[in-house]
């Protein structure tokens, strides 16, 4: 997959989720290849960066609304924190300080030179990615007050 910097590369609406392989906490992988049919959320941070810490209230208040969500519905709108920290333990204390539970928990240890930070062309923390079932990119970088019409809008990707 071309890195931001390449002519080929464009995180546009429409363009296809970067075909990555991750390891969450739990040594589960994680392949964005299998997750056709599903909608996908992807939020970049790091222990490192105040401003992401301070959107872990926010985070696990969404994670918590698409959990009742997935069990209400019968669907799957899957989750996954992958974090630019190059320090595996600093990662996982931040984790546990900062209550983040749900099971994508995703850091390569390999900071900004991280190939799943380059995938998706990542230039900025905070930043999150929303995908639909189709593994196209819908929308970027909602924060804030928008974290309910963002759920609203998951809902409306997700068929029936």
Known sequence: MPGPFSPAYSNRSGQSIPRVVMVNMNGDTVKTAELQGKVVYVYFWSSWCNNCRKQSKQLIELYEKIRQFNLRKKKEVVFIAVSLDDSERLWRIAV?????????????????????????????????????????????????????????????????
């Open 96 to 160: 546990s300080q900062d209550d983040l539970h749900w099971p994508n928990n995703v850091c390569d240890t390999k900071g900004w030179k991280s190939p799943i930070a380059d995938a998706f062309g990542l230039r900025k923390i905070p930043s999150n990615f929303i995908y639909d079932t189709k593994g196209k990119l819908v929308k970027r970088n909602v924060w804030g007050n928008q974290l309910d019409s963002l759920l609203v809008q998951l809902n409306s990707l997700v068929p029936n």
